[in-house]
Every structure is written in C-alpha cells, then in structure tokens.
C-alpha cells in the first residue's frame, strides 16, 4: 500500500519570506512524486514532479522541492513567497510498480499575507 | 500538457436522481481517471477508464452506482446515480498521457445534492 502525508493542515507566510509546504511518503518500489495546487473553485494544476535523477527538481511559477530518499520527504519550496500563492497544495505519489494508482496527501492550505 | 473540459462545471440535484459528468480531452490519451473531493477533503480515486474496457473500480466504488463510458480516446462520462446528500463533491476527471508520468485533471464538476 502507499500512502502519503501532509502533517500541516495550514501554513501561513509572510509575502516575500520563504515557504515550506511538507510531504512525507511511504511507497514499495521506488516512488515517483508530484505536487499539484487547487486554487478555489480550479481543479489542479500540476506544478512538479520527482521521477528519477536530481534530488532538487524545478517546477512552475519558482517552486522546487527537494527527494529526500532516507527521510521518505518531498517537500515543497519557493524562496520567496508571493500572495498569489494562497492555495490548496497536494502532494501524491505513485510506485514504479504498482500501476497508475495516484495517492494523495491531505492537502496543505497556503496563506500568504502581505 | 493536456487540456481537459468538464460538462456541467456545477449542477445542484434533488435526491434519487442522476448526472452524467462529460470529460472531453484536446488530445487521445489511453487512460483516463476519476476522482471524487469531498468537502474539506483530498482526492479519492473512483475508477480508472480504459478505452475498449470495463472501468476499474477501486474499494468503496461500484459500477451500479457510479457507471461510466470511455467510448474514444478523448472523452469519457462518469454518472452518479440514485444521488443522496453523502455525494455532494467536487468530481474531477484526469488523464495520464502514455509520454509523461503525471496526470492533468480538469476542472471538475462540483455537484450538491439537496
């Protein structure tokens, strides 16, 4: 089975300091990672991906997250937060060996205040 | 990525009818997901759409209650049926491009049963 989880329902930031959003998995095989963003009333967008490779991956509108294998963590960061951030964020994950079968995590509400 | 479109984006039922939720995609996919939100809540995968096959169920979702045709590789409906107040969410449909490993998801139907 795989599950995944967001330990904080909520994050709150000021505009301009750096965010953390946390993600923490458990997977058999080797896990493949994403984070998605829900913006009210949206469906999600997806913003990055962990396949295989660098630990540090890159993705939309100056997010990264970092694959940290013996921490089980995929943890979002942006350097410098903006308000138009405030949104629902998802972590998921799939097994290389399991099929498509996409997890989610509980969701983290981001509220970036000016 | 893919551009998806649901049909209706909202709809409010009465109790022990049904709605059949369109998804339609730019481009052939071979599979296509769906998805339920509930209120407050993370994704919960309900079935998976192969083209030329039966839908998969996952646990919890049954095909007398939630049918659904996949009749091409870019549409796809999902129906609800004999709807109680316990099915008022949001119903996202998502497809996983054979060329990359995530999935894109549309903007979701959100439906409230009264």
């Known amino acids: 089975a795989q599950s995944v989880a967001q330990p904080e329902d909520q994050v709150n930031v000021a505009e301009g300091n750096p965010l953390t959003v946390k993600c923490t998995y458990s997977v058999s095989g080797n896990p493949y990672l994403f984070w998605y963003v829900q913006y009210p009333n949206r469906g999600l967008q997806f913003l990055l991906k962990y396949i295989t490779g660098d630990n540090l991956v890159k993705g939309s509108y100056g997010f990264e997250a970092e694959f940290n294998k013996s921490q089980t963590s995929f943890h979002l960061k942006k350097p410098s937060a903006l308000v138009s951030d405030s949104a629902l964020y998802f972590c998921a994950v799939k097994s290389n060996n399991a099929g498509n079968m996409l997890t989610f995590g509980g969701g983290t509400r981001l509220m970036v205040k000016p | 990525s893919a551009v998806i479109s649901q049909k209706p984006s909202r709809d409010i039922c009465q109790r022990g009818t049904s709605l059949t939720i369109q998804c339609q995609v730019d481009s052939q996919v071979t599979m296509m997901f769906w998805y339920r939100q509930q209120p407050g809540q993370s994704l919960t995968l309900i079935a998976t759409a192969n083209q030329g096959s039966e839908a998969t169920y996952e646990s919890g979702f049954v095909i007398d209650k939630f049918p659904i045709s996949r009749p091409n590789l870019t549409f796809s409906t999902l129906t609800v049926s004999n709807m109680s107040p316990e099915d008022s969410s949001i119903y996202l449909c998502?497809?996983?491009?054979?060329?990359?490993?995530?999935?894109?998801f549309g903007p979701g139907t959100r439906l409230t049963v009264t």
């Open positions: 998502s497809v996983g491009p054979s060329s990359s490993y995530e999935q894109y």
